[in-house]
């Protein structure tokens, strides 16, 4: 501070009484739980001895002469990136403005530092570990910085006018704060952990202290919301001041389908048969995509890898752009053992993984295909950068994880319906491609009125006698039937109630009211949603030995094919008299993996071939066609579809992140 500077800042002292030191409220201890910031008609750096603000005008007037005599006012000052441009300003003043409170649009961020560098926590994971247990070791549970590329910078402005004598130390405030953020020092040789009691000499103070932050945790609901202020106090002599900034942990979000996936994963097959080929095949449309990375095979007995987690990222700024950690997120399901392998498996210094529990198994509804993140827009105002999650409810109960991503505050939660579903999940009817429009994307929705529509202009040409289902048998069917039913046999399916026309109806109802969900919600319009030919029943395709077809569940009987199908008591969710619930009759093409924005892979739907052509397929292609999309198709009848799901159900992927969420 300038010799003038001081002296106008002591004239104003004598001027304005209390008005210049701030109110005596402020004033409280650093543990008093009603600690405020200093007001920001202060400014940050202006902080001073809280002793002065007992004072009348004329001591007032004597605590000003005597800070003329000493040339200069105590100051502490800590900074962060609180213009989330990537680094901390200590030269300027863009970190300055708005740093002791935090807002959406404003104020620093940092990271859960929860990853496994080295895998020292991963390797001791073994069955008999507790699912209490199973998260608690990472890279932040003890205070040992392991991964330092993941800190956020915190600096302090250099005191050189200090004593000698002078200290400092560093606090938190905020509730959760203290269990949940970890402070360090840059030294020399590494980062160092500061303690709550410990103190800085003058010399460093005097230098400007150069501070790391991360958490141990992520937001979690009811436990804590991220939010942590950081406080800088200096005393020298009789003098003190403080200074204090906020942050928050940034939140944990899902990947959207404009991000380019970069791995694929599945799970390995346990024996030969439909899923050795399945995953054979997957290795090779991948690869074909461009995906570089290696299809990673999980090794579980079950083969729904989209419902067993959730990838996931939580990213700051950074100098050189995004920081970014990624994070698996367990689906809530506490008895389904497969989640447990993201923290045994994928875990490392660049891939994090949570959960969110809930007790037993839980309803269809709770796996995470029932998870989608609707992609980037605007819409009544408000700005959704990284894009919103949709997930299906049941009978107005909303899944257990919709509490975890309330608590993220980004993605606000879309509720959609997925009742009418025999498994309930958003997947089996619903995706959203990148374009080259003005919203950025589509939304592909199934069709079942033309579904239906294809196969009566089928009968209508004379085709009805032909096979309803083209699909071949196959040395690796393991002497599973294929279905003989022709297209006459599949329109006059059912009784006056439960028919294929009225099964249609009452799909396309359903689906045409979650897709006003979607449009209220978003803005989409019609233009840029886009029908795929589909069809529902309330049973699958039956072979001779299935057992009359009275249960409505498909792929319940004789076709389990090496443990595919999904356990009946599991996932089936409970039933009402009269309830219809409804699957994919075909494969769902809807329900399968995004591998680019020009290339889906989507189940073989195997329709009635006509001419030469499966015109279910065809009509597949053109739809997509329409957002530029070309499908390449891939078999899974045995492997997935008769165990109620399809490409999508069976694999799952991480994508790469490239455009910032703040």
Known sequence: MTTGAHHRRVREALAGGYKAWGPPSHRLSRNHPGRRPWSSSCGSRCHRQSAAMRYSRKALAVLALGLLGTGHALKATILADT???????????????????????????????????????????????????????????????????YLAPLKT???????????????????????????????????????????????DLKAGLDLGIDARDVRRPGVWDGRVTVWFSIRDGAQTADDSVALRVAPVLTHHHLQLASQVLVTSPAVLGPQLKFVRDLEANVKKAGIAKPVFQFPAGDIWTQDFFEPGYTSIPGPNGPIMLRVMIRSTQSDRPAGRLIFSKLRSDTVAAVQYLKEGYGDGI??????????PHTHNGRSYPAGRTVMGSFEGVRPYMVNFLNAQEVQAPVDIDTTWLDIGHTDEFMQFLPAQNERGWVMMVCDPIAGLEMLKRAKAAGFGGIKALSRPGLPTDDGLCVPSDTIDDVLNRGNSTTNMTSIQTYSAENI?????????????????????????????????????????????????????TRDRAKILRRQRPGAVRVAAFYPGTVNGLVLSNTQVLAPKPWGPMVNGTDILAEAVDAAYSKANYTVVYQDDWFSHHRGGGEVHCGTNTIRDPTTPWW
């Open 83 to 149: 213009s989330r441009n990537g680094s901390v300003d200590v030269t300027g003043d863009t970190d300055m403005a708005g740093k002791a409170s935090w807002t959406e649009q404003r104020g620093a961020l940092f990271l859960a530092n929860i990853g496994d560098t080295d895998r020292r926590c991963s390797v001791h994971i073994t069955i008999s570990t507790a699912d209490s247990e199973i998260d608690r070791c990472h890279d932040a549970s003890d205070n040992v910085q392991r991964n330092p590329k």
């Open 157 to 203: 402005i250099p005191c050189p006018d200090l004593s000698d004598a002078a200290t400092g130390s560093i606090s938190v405030s905020g509730a959760g704060a203290a269990e949940h953020v970890r402070i360090f020092r840059k030294q020399h040789d590494g980062w160092v952990y500061v303690a709550s009691n410990y103190t800085f000499p003058a010399e």
């Open 366 to 375: 709770e796996s995470t295909g029932n998870l989608e993140t609707i992609p």
């Open 512 to 564: 045409r009211a979650n897709v006003d969900i979607i449009k209220r919600e978003t803005g989409i319009t019609d233009d840029d949603i886009i029908g795929v030919p589909t069809l529902f029943y309330t049973q699958n395709f039956l072979c001779p030995e299935d057992d009359g077809g009275e249960d409505a569940a498909p792929g319940l009987k004789s076709i389990a094919a090496g443990g595919s």
